[in-house]
């Protein structure tokens, strides 16, 4: 009895249910998970565009990965050329010149406000083989 209960049960945990139309577990391979991730932080990538916010901190267990296919009418207007054309979000998001730029700003706008910190903290020194060697000429017994 109690068998037959665990393979119920292994068997309803390999899709999500009825009410989703029987969607299957997905395979969560290095590429998709990467893809899932950047999904999850895209409100951080692109300041003017706002996204409903995700509760989760997981990853999902269910989701169903798409290709878009245009329309015939979209040949000369609002398609993207195949060179163009990436396997991944991570991929386009890497090819962007606009997400580079901006990145490597915010990138360096840390850095410097890190850096701003660091020198008004009495505990930390930076000391180099030069300050160190002024040191022990000026100490004298």
């Known amino acids: 009895m109690n068998e037959m209960k665990r393979r119920r049960r ?7 249910g009825t009410d989703w139309f029987n969607m299957p577990a997905t395979e969560l ?10 999904m999850q932080i895209r409100d951080a990538l692109d ?9 989760r901190t997981v990853l999902p267990k269910y989701f169903q990965v798409g290709t878009v296919v245009e329309h015939a009418a979209d040949f000369y207007h609002s398609r993207i050329p195949r060179k163009e054309r990436k396997q991944t979000i991570v991929d386009e998001l890497l090819a ?22 660091r020198k008004r903290d009495p505990g ?6 030069s300050d160190i060697k002024k040191k022990k000429k000026k100490v004298k017994f």
């Open 96 to 117: 962007d010149a606009d997400l580079q730029k901006r990145s490597k700003r915010k990138y360096e706008e840390i850095v410097k406000s890190k850096s701003k910190y």
């Open 29 to 38: 391979t290095e590429e998709r998970q990467r893809d899932l991730e950047i």
């Open 124 to 129: 930390f020194e930076t000391t180099t083989p």
């Open 47 to 55: 300041p003017k565009r706002r996204y409903r916010s995700d509760d």
């Open 10 to 16: 292994t068997e309803r945990e390999k899709t999500k």
